[in-house]
């Protein structure tokens, strides 16, 4: 696919979806209203020219949205750096308690998954795939926190365990078809029928059945 060609078909999305905005009597802002195109960091990133309502859609390297900062060279830096700036903001919350308050290990913990842990997962499922360095640094966060707490890494799950848990049962949920659409969407189906499970095992039927997502290699 031709970069022009692409960059007609995203302004014929754009327009349709003005277009049924303004039919349900909303109004998209074209100020308020971004573009970004994911590439690899070692390709030079082409200049999108798209309008909205006739004035251009400015394109962006970074834009955080719902709370998590995508990057058009997919890389997780920006957001994990903010991660650690608003967690770290809150570390100041347990040395005040355990110092001032003598409050106990377990009730420090218990802040800390309540309050704190919180804000580093959220939205965990979407960076599942940040790099080593940065899965680290967030090791390294959780592991101040739990030494606040006067407690050790072996007290409670990894962060990066968890992000593969949540991976998991996001992918059952793909797998019984109670995910959203735009998920089940992405994978073909359907299972293999009729396999005996004297001849096939549970887990090589599924894997048998699933068909992932082929990607789209060609680049602009």
């Known amino acids: 696919m031709a970069f022009p060609f ?5 302004q014929l999305d754009i327009n349709s979806v003005s277009s049924w905005a303004a039919d349900h009597k909303l109004t998209i802002h074209p100020s308020k209203t971004v573009c970004m195109l994911f590439h690899q960091p070692s390709n030079l990133c082409p200049s999108l020219n798209v309008l909205l309502h006739n004035l251009p859609v400015a394109q962006v390297a970074q834009h955080k949205h ?26 100041a919350i347990l040395r005040y308690l355990q110092s001032n308050y003598h409050f106990s290990p377990a009730s420090l913990l218990k802040i800390y998954l309540s309050f ?26 959780q592991q101040k926190a739990l030494s606040i707490c ?3 890494v072996n007290n409670i799950q990894s ?37 005996s499970s004297r001849s096939v095992s549970l887990r090589n039927a599924i894997a048998m059945a699933i068909r992932l997502p082929r990607p789209r290699t060609n680049m602009f």
């Open 159 to 195: 962060l990066s365990s968890r992000r593969n848990a949540q991976l998991l049962k996001l992918f059952q949920s793909i797998l019984s078809n109670s995910a959203p659409d735009h998920l089940l969407d992405i994978f073909s189906w359907p299972f293999v029928q009729n396999i």
């Open 150 to 152: 006067g407690l050790s």
């Open 6 to 10: 692409a960059q007609r078909l995203l």
């Open 66 to 91: 719902l709370g998590v900062i995508l990057s058009s060279s997919l890389s997780w830096t920006a957001h994990t750096n903010l991660v650690i700036t608003k967690s770290s903001a809150m570390f």
């Open 116 to 141: 704190i842990r919180p804000r580093i997962e959220y939205g965990a499922i979407s960076f599942c795939g940040l790099s080593d360095k940065n899965a680290r640094r967030l090791e390294c966060l």
